[in-house]
């Protein structure tokens, strides 16, 4: 018998549901918790009640300095709030308790970020080639945004929307993953607590195939934001044929780390194995593809077996754990078929490729390295979304580039190197929305992201994402007390 019951927000209030679903602990896979699962009837009221708070009200009259002060009491109560969330994160997702918290803590400054620019992102005034003319351009909300994300750093990857998209002036109907909901569905309070007019923010949960479906198709949807993976985002993209709403994409990605036999290696060996192995691999900027200059192979993968297999894996709850389980069976399922599948085709397992001993209730799977002979490995080519590390040797700067950029995808990359000359040329070359130097899943408000082809269309963080939330208003204003000449006499 589940504990715990979650509520949509919808209008300012939390609404009993008419559906709903289990949600499982990946820890032991046991049910924990009853969430809505909100129907096409629920996404109505949602996107509707977000249009009225966009065109009449307290929302529509609010100044961008008032609507700033609220995204800054929004940021405070994520902080003041955050051990609660990361608890309900955790139990929900199976991300380890210190990674949750952490994560959560810093959300706060993105609601600060934003909320600081809601009054500074200014129209202009256009020096006209007319004489008796002036002509200021105004930027004005989009309209009611469809905020979708996914399970994994759900509380980051909403506030890279709600925050430029509050900021503009939008309101927004959020929809959390039907995967580990929870602590989204909590963060509502704190919205409301926050004071945000009724309709503003709504967030709800529930499947694709009709929440989801109305969400990026509803006739009063104006803008899409959806982080994923591309088969959706191809869904999301038929779905607003019907509104021809503006869509940004942050998908997945099949990220290269290159590591050079001039790298400080421990330092690599560390980003790699955090690279990989930190949400037990389900993040969409995993380095899950290691390109290993020859010389230094076999040494750089005797550091990263021995670091892999002493990685404390157990309760996500435990603040000692170091990774937990993946976040569903068949995601685990998923990842086994795929390594079976690679390392009977040419895979050589280094470490790894089985479930976790003594682990038998949980969704748990054990780090895994598996050197691969080149690129056609499935390990290689498909995005896993776990814990799994593709390991390629190269010989030359020019092989080194070319594998890194031999994937569909684009999100982020890393090199390590102490040859300057050769870092600016990795950086120029990589095809990638990200590069890392000598790093690695370093963010920050102040900087974009978003990826190149398969990884997605459009870029969320930094100053220029409130500019993807408005759109522009052409004001002209004739100066002159000259009537209007007659347009049909000639002169």
Known sequence: MTATTFRNFIDGRFDAPSATFESLDPSTATAWATMPAATEADVDRAVEAADRALRSGAWAAMTATARGKLLVRLGDLVVANADRLAELETRDTGKIIRETRAQI?????????????????????????????????????????????????????????????LAAGCTVVLKASEDGPAPLLAFAELVHEAGFPAGTVNILTGFGHDCGHRMTSHPLVSRVAFTGGPSTARAIVRNTVANLAYTTLELGGKSPVVVFADADLDSAANAVVAGIFAATGQSCVAGSRLLIERSVKDEFLVRLKHKAEAIRIGDPQDPATEMGPLATSRQREWIENVVTQSLATGGRLITGGTRVEGKPDGFYYAPT???????????????????????????????????????????????????????????????????????????????????????????????????????????????????????????
């Open 105 to 165: 803590a810093y959300v706060g400054d993105y609601y600060r970020y934003y909320g600081g620019l809601a009054d500074k992102h200014e129209g202009t005034f256009v020096p006209i080639d007319k004489a008796d003319m002036e002509v200021t351009i105004r930027p004005e909300p989009i309209g009611v945004v469809a905020a979708i994300v996914p399970w994994n750093s759900q509380l980051f990857l909403s506030a890279v929307k709600l925050g430029p998209a």
């Open 369 to 491: 390295i598996i050197e691969a002979p080149d690129q056609n490995l499935a390990c290689v080519r498909e995005e896993l979304f776990g814990p799994v590390l593709s390991v390629i040797a190269f010989d030359t700067e020019v092989e080194a580039l070319a594998l890194a950029n031999d994937t569909p995808f684009g999100l982020a990359s890393g090199v390590f190197t102490t040859n300057l000359a050769k870092a600016h040329r990795m950086a120029r070359g990589i095809h990638a929305g990200v590069v890392w130097i000598n790093t690695y899943r370093a963010v920050s408000p102040l900087v974009p992201f978003g990826g190149y082809g398969l990884s997605g269309l459009g870029r969320e963080g930094g100053m220029d994402a409130i500019r993807d939330y408005t759109r522009s208003k052409s004001v002209w204003i004739r100066t002159s007390d000259d009537p209007i000449p007659d347009p049909f006499v000639m002169r």
